[in-house]
């Protein structure tokens, strides 16, 4: 289990998912049927990890998982920041982005902001200029720990609490504190002006869950790419939150589907079966009112 004020890179703890991610959006990307485009996602795993496209090639088990999901996750979320900007909300926030690159790749709100980790950042910057990936004009980064008062320096570096704002939680709250997920949300909440939206990805806590259910070889697996035996490494003890009622109760409207429900609506062509802790997935919009 994770332990209180932690720390991590893009190569150890939690920052590892942040890689399987990438990993996961390059291994769409290649493929002639891909759902999601994304051209920066295979530098950044490889440049953190070498060997870890060679999983992907492999299509071992629960790369072909991953990547099935994450594809999945993936267009999702670059709906709703294409949606927002169509719609003309003004500002975009990608909490704890990890190796997100939808500001270089995507059309978004006129101002956008990311937060994680500085060492995260400070990786991720390094390759996209190297890949010649194009400088958003109005995008700021903030470099701070979500378990710190982000609010306070999102709003230093120009956010604006008086405008309609798009938020997205992608891969995040599982990977904090029940406290600290509730007090993300009332963070949100506080910042949101009417109109606001916000995306979520929420899944229950992987209790008991090991990777090891999945049939595949553990030890071989964590060499290639420092994965856990053990799902629960990368989480804290306690429960989390439900989104969805939590943001109904504060009055937002709110949407909540099954990613295969989303990939029904979408016509997205899912790959094989999701993994168990997946399959208890839910993709949640909400509407400030």
């Given at each position: 289990m994770r332990t209180e004020n932690d720390t991590w890179d893009i190569q150890t703890g939690v920052g590892i998912t942040a890689v399987w991610v990438a990993a996961a959006r390059a291994a769409e990307t290649a493929r002639a049927d891909a759902q999601i485009n994304d051209p920066y996602a295979k530098q950044l795993a490889e440049g953190a990890n070498p060997q870890i496209m060679q999983v992907f090639a492999e299509g071992n088990e629960f790369a072909t998982h991953i990547s099935n999901y994450i594809a999945l996750r993936t267009r999702f979320f670059d709906d709703f920041f294409t949606r927002a900007a169509e719609t003309g909300i003004a500002q975009a926030v990608i909490l704890g982005s990890g190796l997100d690159t939808r500001p270089h790749r995507l059309t978004m709100p006129k101002r956008s902001f990311e937060i994680d980790q500085p060492a995260v950042l400070d990786y991720k910057n390094q390759v996209l200029r190297a890949a010649g990936a194009p400088i958003p004009e109005h995008h700021t980064q903030i470099s701070i720990d979500l378990r710190q008062d982000w609010p306070k320096a999102l709003v230093e570096n120009g956010f604006s609490p008086q405008l309609p704002t798009a938020w997205i939680a992608e891969g995040l709250l599982p990977y904090l504190p029940t406290k600290s997920q509730e007090e993300l949300l009332s963070s949100i909440d506080e910042l949101s002006a009417p109109g606001?939206?916000?995306?979520?990805?929420?899944?229950?806590?992987?209790?008991?869950?090991?990777?090891?259910?999945?049939?595949?070889?553990?030890?071989?697996?964590?060499?290639?790419?420092?994965?856990?035996?053990?799902?629960?490494?990368?989480?804290?003890?306690?429960?989390?939150?439900?989104?969805?009622?939590?943001?109904?109760?504060?009055?937002?409207?709110?949407?909540?589907?099954?990613?295969?429900?989303?990939?029904?609506?979408?016509?997205?062509?899912?790959?094989?079966?999701?993994?168990?802790?997946?399959?208890?997935?839910?993709?949640?919009?909400?509407?400030?009112?």
């Open positions: 606001s939206a916000l995306a979520v990805e929420a899944f229950a806590h992987p209790s008991n869950l090991d990777i090891s259910d999945l049939g595949i070889d553990v030890d071989e697996l964590a060499k290639m790419t420092g994965t856990p035996s053990s799902i629960e490494d990368l989480f804290y003890e306690g429960e989390n939150v439900d989104c969805s009622d939590w943001l109904s109760d504060r009055k937002w409207t709110v949407k909540s589907e099954s990613p295969e429900e989303f990939a029904s609506s979408r016509e997205f062509p899912l790959k094989g079966q999701l993994i168990p802790i997946l399959e208890r997935t839910s993709f949640i919009t909400a509407t400030k009112n």
